[in-house]
């Protein structure tokens, strides 16, 4: 079974500073998908961003990037130029790739993002 | 181009009672999944339907069973309600094969 591990259940950054969101996940897959999704106060989970896990190039989405470290099974969240509106639960998730008969997302405990004006 | 919708927004039931979540997938998905958000934790998955058949399920008791429509939407009955089913019901619909689901608003489910 797969498990995703988010080490940081809060954390808080400066507006326009950078902050850093970790992750890391157990499988025995070799294809499968990693994501960050972003809960706000609204309770719609929003997708950030989404990795491949046979792409060796990290994912961005403009001020978001992630760090995927495929042979420590790490992928972490970068959020660049910090807003307001950031402030939300983030979870990472993991998914095995298509073809391999699952198709639940995996998702770990979030981590709750504070941005401070 | 409407996303997933599901209703209602907010339910409130008593232990023993049955209810019913509804939710229309993004348009030209066929495939909706179920997760189960309890209050501070992640998202757990319940089921997946995927031409009108649950094509995998979580680890869920069968008192949580679901259905899928021929227009792709879904609902999702639970039985015999217990006080630790309140949750927040999340819905997510896909393409089949695609690696990405986009999630409904939820329905924040009460049970006294």
């Known amino acids: 079974a797969q498990t995703v591990t988010q080490s940081q259940p809060e954390m808080s950054v400066q507006e326009a500073e950078t902050v850093t969101l970790s992750c890391t996940y157990d499988?025995?897959?070799?294809?499968?998908?990693l994501f960050w999704y972003k809960q706000p106060p609204s309770r719609q989970m929003i997708l950030v961003i989404r990795?491949?896990?046979?792409?060796?190039q990290n994912a961005t989405e403009n001020r978001f990037s992630v760090n995927f470290q495929k042979a420590a099974k790490s992928f972490s969240l970068k959020i660049s130029d910090s807003q307001l509106g950031d402030t939300a639960m983030y979870f990472c998730a993991f998914m095995k790739g298509s073809g391999a008969g699952s198709y639940q997302l995996t998702f770990g405990k979030g981590t709750k993002l504070s941005v401070i004006p | 181009d409407a996303g997933v919708t599901q209703s209602p927004t907010h339910l409130i039931k008593t232990r023993g009672q049955q209810v019913t979540l509804r939710c229309s997938p993004k348009s030209g998905h066929d495939t909706v999944s179920w997760y189960q958000q309890a209050l501070g934790q992640g998202p757990q998955f319940i089921f997946q339907?995927?031409?009108?058949?649950?094509?995998q399920r979580g680890n869920f008791p069968d008192r949580f069973s679901g259905h899928q429509f021929p227009n792709y939407s879904s609902e999702l009955n639970v039985n015999a309600l217990l006080l630790g089913d309140s949750a927040l019901y999340l819905c997510?619909?896909?393409?089949?094969?695609?690696?990405?689901?986009?999630f409904g608003p939820g329905t924040r489910l009460t049970v006294l």
């Open positions: 339907y995927y031409e009108e058949e649950e094509r």
């Open positions: 997510a619909s896909s393409l089949v094969g695609a690696g990405e689901q986009f």
């Open positions: 499988t025995s897959e070799n294809n499968y998908y």
């Open positions: 990795q491949e896990a046979y792409k060796q």
